[in-house]
């Protein structure tokens, strides 16, 4: 079936960094353009990345503009999404995803939890 799990979420100090983790099978993930996704607390769901397919190609919300790195690894039966952040704020706050760039988007997997606090 049709399976996305995000990691690599946690607490992290102002400043600091992570690198989140997507793992995605079950359909074909390696056609499609990936993104990660962020929903803060209160906020709607919003892009805050997106490779192609082919990993070619990537694109930054601007304020998430050189403090991130998007990236993806297409193995035969899996995709993998990584998302480099640097420089995080309390402002990057939230739950991340990951999923296709474009509806109808795949079932949603957990999320993972990036909390930015002293």
């Known amino acids: 079936q049709v399976q996305i799990v995000e990691s690599g979420g946690g607490l992290v100090q102002p400043g600091g960094s992570l690198r989140l983790s997507c793992v995605a099978s079950?359909?074909?993930?390696?056609?499609?353009?990936m993104a990660w996704f962020r929903q803060g607390p209160g906020k709607e769901r919003e892009v805050v990345a997106w490779?192609?397919?082919?990993?070619?190609?990537?694109?930054?919300r601007d304020m998430m503009k050189g403090r991130v790195t998007i990236s993806r690894d297409n193995a035969k039966d899996t995709v993998s999404v990584y998302l480099e952040m640097n420089s995080l704020n309390p402002e990057d706050t939230a739950v991340y995803y990951c999923?296709?760039?474009?509806?109808?988007?795949?079932?949603w997997g957990q999320g993972t939890q990036v909390t930015v606090s002293s």
């Open positions: 999923n296709g760039v474009a509806t109808p988007f795949a079932p």
């Open positions: 079950g359909m074909a993930f390696s056609s499609l353009a």
């Open positions: 490779v192609s397919h082919n990993g070619a190609s990537t694109n930054y």
